[in-house]
């Protein structure tokens, strides 16, 4: 997957500068044309030298070492890559790309490119730990970088925690594992809801439920990720909206019933991460419900079920629903398929720790007609979403909808 690819390999200065070596070898042994970008102080701890002489190609460390007159190095390296990888990634380097700060040969390469980025930190835990830190990353990420996790261990610095760069050739699998993908739904639409939804009392007051909205936007990320041209109908969100989707605010469910269903005949996929309400207040108020007496009673109506309604109109599309369960994870899963004429379920057990609404991890199990097709261990919702994508573009591959 990785052979003529050209992967601009950025390397900031911490101490496991040195295995941004071992990675630019094994790139290069894989078949990748590797320009290797160095900070200063990523000097300091390995040379230029043995870059060079791994990745067969001149190391580039400063903006104004312009070698070739016909072009300007750092716009031609962005124009020309079809990854960039950092590794390793400092705190600083990831700042400064959060913030646009350009003032280096590695910096200015960055912002001027418009390809995949993927970023594998290493530092100290508690610097991998401060929100700064934490809140760039999410910055970054939400913008479409793609992070390869530091693996815990000894740190350069005597604690054994979590902050050590991945192992080069985890990140290597990491990157041969988004080439697979990259591309492979292109020309494909992938529809995606997300969040949970309002049913309004009063102009003040509404029923929802705790639902982040980040299972959804992962899914819609890691389907971009892969090619697809993605809409998100979402609902009551706290998480962000990944780039380079496009994303419809629905609030009740009957809105999002109304959105997903015009948009349907021209889907392909169909994902629906969202908590839809099951009922709504039979009466609603233009002004605020003012108190009266002790007890209130306030009369529900169902919802429209919008994955059945999917699922009853459903010609060509690929439809995949969720089940949030407390038990009996399994049964309902499968009821909830045939029920609701799906193609797949994504089950999860909420009441597990790390899974469920409002938690950056999942554990779930996606069913087809046929039972059981894969349990994923517990991982980041992001990993979930590329799993279960990976699933969806077997399932069209087998049904001939894949090239
Ligand atoms: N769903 C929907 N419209 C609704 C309710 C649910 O489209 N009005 C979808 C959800 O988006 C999810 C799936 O149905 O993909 C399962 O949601 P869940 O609440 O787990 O199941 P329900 O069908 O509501 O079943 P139950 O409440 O009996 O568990």
Redesign the pocket.
């Known amino acids: 997957m990785i052979q003529g690819k050209r992967i601009v390999l950025g390397i900031t200065g911490g101490i496991a500068a040195y295995k941004g070596a071992a990675l630019c070898s094994k790139l290069v042994q894989a078949g990748a044309d590797v320009h290797v970008i160095m900070t200063e102080s990523a000097t300091r701890f390995i040379t230029p030298l043995t870059l060079q002489t791994l990745s067969r190609n001149a190391v580039h460390i400063d903006t104004f070492d312009e070698r070739d007159p016909s072009v300007v190095s750092h716009i031609h390296l962005a124009d020309h890559a079809d990854l960039i990888v950092v590794a390793p990634a400092t705190a600083n380097s990831i700042a400064k790309l959060a913030n646009g700060i350009a003032d280096d040969m590695l910096s200015t390469t960055l912002l001027a490119a418009t390809c995949p980025l993927l970023i594998a930190p290493a530092m100290n835990v508690h610097m991998y730990e401060h929100p700064a830190v934490v809140h760039n990353m999410e910055l970054l990420a939400s913008r479409g970088a793609m992070f390869v996790e530091p693996g815990t261990g000894q740190l350069a610095c005597g604690y054994v925690a979590k902050g050590r760069l991945a192992e080069p050739e985890d990140i290597a699998a990491a990157i041969g594992a988004w080439f697979a993908r990259s591309g492979i739904l292109s020309g494909k639409k992938v529809l995606v809801?997300a969040g949970g939804t309002i049913e309004r009392l009063d102009p003040v007051r509404y029923l929802t439920n705790d639902s982040s909205g980040k299972m959804g936007f992962a899914i819609a990320e890691a389907a971009r990720l892969m090619g697809a041209e993605v809409t998100v109908v979402a609902g009551r969100t706290t998480a962000q909206a990944p780039a380079g989707v496009q994303v419809i605010r629905a609030d009740s469910?009957q809105g999002m019933?109304e959105a997903v269903l015009s948009l349907y005949p021209e889907t392909d996929v169909v994902v629906?991460?969202?908590?839809?309400?099951?009922y709504r207040p039979v009466q609603t108020y233009d002004q605020k419900l003012k108190k009266t007496g002790e007890r209130l009673v306030l009369e529900l109506e169902r919802?429209?079920?919008?994955?059945?309604?999917?699922g009853e109109r459903k010609t060509h599309q690929l439809l995949v629903?969720?089940?949030?369960?407390t038990q009996d994870v399994e049964r309902?899963a499968l009821d909830?398929l045939k029920?609701?004429n799906c193609d797949l379920i994504v089950a999860n057990d909420v009441s597990a720790e790390g899974s469920g609404f409002n938690v950056d991890t999942n554990a779930v199990q996606v069913y087809g007609p046929e039972g059981l097709v894969e349990a994923l261990p517990l991982l980041s919702k992001r990993e979930t979403a590329v799993r279960i994508m990976d699933v969806i573009a077997r399932r069209l591959r087998a049904a001939g909808g894949l090239a």
């Open positions: 809801t469910a019933l629906k991460a969202a908590a839809v309400a099951d919802t429209t079920d919008i994955l059945q309604t999917l629903g969720f089940a949030a369960e309902y909830k029920r609701k």
